[in-house]
């Protein structure tokens, strides 16, 4: 199977933003009602505002929306007392190293959603892996243009999600954070470019 990647932008100038919308409404993911609801009813809005740019992964044969992701940039830190030598190091070429607390502070590309549309027939959905490498090949264009050496993400403590983030896609734990808001624990995740 081939996938297209598109910018939420770049569709919106393209089909309209009623078009897109009509379209965005049908993408269904019950195993995590907050990636449904993101692309639904926030996504356009984020983009518009710059506060994140969701990407559109389609089938070429049949144009259906298969995935998305959204990417956006944020500042974190890092306790050095939680990664191995060799990430350490890594992590020393793209961040600000404090010794007094041992944590590293760098600026990082966010993985803020990541979804499969559940509304695509089973024998063509895309699968994890496929969606990460797209999610991986528009990194590594941005890098190109504008540099950055690291992305993280947060994860619902999860079986399932730490098998994929942790031994399928090759991210590694860094900490975790509590949502008092989702009243939900989250693992976090980081991986070199």
Known sequence: MSFSVENILDMISSYGEEGLQSDLAAFDCPQNIEI??????????????????????????????????????????ISGSDLSNTSRKKLGNHSRYEADSDIYSTSAFLLAQFGKNYAVDKGTRISGTELMQCVMDILADIQHRIGGGVVYLDAEDKPELRTFYGEKANYKLFGERYSETDNMKYLQYMRFL
């Not at 505002?49 to 049949?62: E, G, P």
Request: aromatic residues 12%; hydrophobic residues 40%.
């Open 36 to 77: 449904e609801t993101f692309i639904r009813n926030k996504a356009i809005d984020f983009a518009k505002r710059k506060l994140s740019i969701t990407y559109i992964v389609s089938d070429i044969s049949d144009g259906e929306i298969v995935g998305y992701f959204t990417l956006t940039h944020k500042a974190i830190d």
